[in-house]
């Protein structure tokens, strides 16, 4: 499958997954349900709700507009459908038959995005549930045809390719999607094993969704997962106490079945890079952006080689909260008290504008447009889903969805999404189809950029030290969470292939060992590892959307070293860089904005910055 076609229909997914991620990201995931009403938020200010939600006429008029689209996108399939067998046989035929293909991709991204925000402001209409079934019947029918042409351009020899990249029409625009497909070319197996391979794609998703049916439906607990969220965050230990384990013993009660689908992940990875002849499968998961397996080492090296700081914030929080030891429920409560302030969505733009003002006015107008054309769809409503993300369409413009909750936790999700937007319109309006849609890799990028600057212009006007040391603990947390916790979870998914590739058992007992002895490691002494914080790695979910979460460590590094550039230097290299969109393999990109990921450098850089918090933190402490 093409990656660029499969980035159009599954990238909000992605962005959807990493909100849920990052709201609570030690532990793997949080409910999108768990938002305040805006009622109780804001009851002395009326809204006017049509000021504060998608305009979705610029995608298509009505719903009959929509399926008129449609039915002439599958019509139009037959045009492409007539290059299968002939898109390498001459420079015509493949620039014909690519530009065929970008017409129709666009027009797939635009209708995919209707049916999708349709349906998540209306989750129980069964016409927008058909509307998506449509389009998954019409994508199916598609993504064959795709598939027989982009493996006529994998088989396409290298002398005639390099002829047809040659051109500078083709390079410049198709030029990093047919290098993507021919990088494949060497783990390409004969077109028999490829057939096989493909059936047996069918069942090896079954971890994967056997573990959700579990999570969704047959783990029973007895408070909702927004119930358990307010309850970590209580200043009543006991609470805390009582909804973690009601949480938590589910996993322990079957833990054993939850070793064996984490186990069955890990064999369909290694039996698939085994198979495709990768060294590994850490290096057929880093493939696609084009990452060497020394990126993700170093990564692990770097920080748990520097866990110091991280130990004497877990010291500082057992302090501040005044307890003997730190357990897996004292983690979340807020170190300061969060100042008493509903943020009023009038006052978030206003917060927004100020921490964004380091980036220039040509990246507050967009701002400003998504603000005022009505790009966000803002409160929270009983047909709507929960959560939130940033959906780009091209030859248009992103759709955020939020839950807005009038907190500072909220002002957080509105700027980080708000940097995933920005990064899709300069991406769009400065680069071709096939080269405007970045990577999650760099998309992180982008979106932890903002908060960044949020956490640094809150610290900076804050109005006293009270507030100031709340600011700074959020900063504190964002970093813990992002940069230490992921970097654990990416060493404890390195360990677990490393046992199935190297013939050694993988079972409960030894999951729960490896995962006890990394909450040691990073956390320290001061952290009590008691017997259900053991099955902690049962409750992540991105285990079985693999060698994923070192993304969010290595976003938080290069957020971290764009904010300080940006604050310092200006915003020039910065936005240079998200005009580039996906032009480009994200290291590449990420160094012509001065970020080397192959070094230390961003990493030790982060790790100083977290001292640096720490300290102030405390003294802070101390001085009340």
């Known amino acids: 499958m093409g990656k660029k076609l499969l980035s159009i229909i599954v990238f909000f997914l992605l962005l959807f997954s990493i909100y849920n991620f990052r709201q609570n990201i030690f532990e793997g995931y949080i409910s999108v349900y768990a938002q305040d009403e805006i009622d109780e938020d804001m009851p002395e200010k009326k809204i006017d709700y049509s000021k504060y939600c998608w305009n979705l006429y610029t995608l298509y008029k009505n719903d ?36 065929i293909k970008e017409k129709l991709d666009i027009k797939l991204n635009s209708l995919s995005a209707y049916a999708k925000l349709k349906k998540d402001l209306n989750k129980n209409s069964y016409e927008y549930l058909n509307m998506t079934e449509q389009i998954n019947k019409s994508y199916s029918k598609y993504i064959k045809i ?28 198709y030029g990093m999607y047919i290098r993507d497909i021919r990088k494949k070319k060497k783990h390409y197996l004969d077109d028999k094993s ?4 493909t059936n047996l794609s069918l069942i090896n998703g079954l971890p994967s969704n056997v573990y959700d049916l579990f999570r969704h439906m047959d783990k029973k607990i007895d408070i909702t997962p927004a119930q358990y969220e307010s309850a970590m965050q209580s200043d009543d230990r006991e609470k805390r106490i009582e909804a973690y384990k009601s949480e938590f013993l589910p996993y322990n009660d079957n833990i054993n079945i939850l070793a064996g689908l984490l186990g069955g992940q890990v064999s369909n990875n290694v039996f698939y890079a085994n198979t495709r002849n990768y060294d590994s499968a850490l290096q057929m998961y880093l493939d696609s952006d084009n990452i060497n397996t020394k990126v993700y080492k170093a990564l692990i090296k770097t920080v748990s080689e520097n866990t110091d700081n991280l130990h004497k914030y877990i010291r500082l929080r057992k302090k501040i909260l005044k307890l003997d030891k730190i357990y897996y429920y004292d983690m979340f409560v807020p170190m300061v008290n969060e100042p008493e302030d509903i943020i009023h969505y009038d006052k978030a733009q206003g917060l927004v504008y100020s921490a964004l003002s380091p980036l220039g006015e040509s990246y507050e107008s967009i701002v400003y447009k998504a603000f005022n054309e009505r790009w966000i769809d803002v409160f929270s409503n009983e047909n709507k889903v929960g959560g939130g993300y940033c959906l780009s369409v091209y030859n248009n413009h992103p759709y955020i969805l939020l839950n807005y909750n009038s907190s500072i936790g909220g002002v957080s999700t509105l700027i980080h999404e708000l940097g995933h937007g920005v990064y899709e319109y300069l991406s769009s309006k400065n680069q071709n189809f096939y080269n405007s849609s970045p990577s999650i890799f760099t998309h992180e990028v982008a979106s932890t950029t903002n908060e960044v600057l949020l956490y640094e212009n809150l610290i900076k006007n804050a109005g006293s030290n009270e507030e100031k040391a709340y600011y700074i603990s959020m900063y504190l947390d964002f970093i813990k969470n992002t940069l230490y916790t992921q970097t654990m979870y990416a060493e404890f998914e390195d360990y677990i292939h490393e046992c199935v590739e190297n013939n050694k058992q993988l079972n409960a007992l030894v999951l729960n060992d490896k995962w006890s002895m990394l909450l040691k490691k990073y956390y320290g002494e001061d952290f009590e590892v008691d017997p259900l914080s053991m099955v902690g790695w049962a409750r992540i979910p991105h285990f079985y959307n693999s060698f994923y979460v070192y993304k969010y460590a290595t976003g938080c590094c290069s957020a971290v070293c764009c904010a300080q550039d940006i604050l310092k230097n200006g915003p020039e290299n910065y936005l240079n860089f998200l005009k580039k969109g996906g032009s480009d393999y994200p290291l ?19 790790i100083e910055k977290f001292d640096q918090l720490v300290n102030e933190l405390e003294k802070l402490i101390n001085e009340r």
């Open 64 to 99: 009959d507009a929509w399926q008129k689209d449609l039915n002439k996108f599958n019509n139009d399939m037959k045009e492409l459908e007539n290059y299968v067998g002939k898109i390498t046989k001459s420079k015509i035929h493949l620039s014909f038959g690519l530009r």
């Open 146 to 173: 795709i598939s027989q042409l982009e493996l006529e351009i994998l088989k396409l020899s290298e002398i005639k390719c390099n002829k047809y990249l040659a051109d500078r029409k083709i390079n410049s625009k």
């Open 194 to 197: 490829e057939s096989i391979l």
């Open 588 to 606: 590449n990109l990420l160094k012509s904005n001065n970020i080397d990921l192959n070094s230390q450098k961003p990493i030790q850089n982060t």
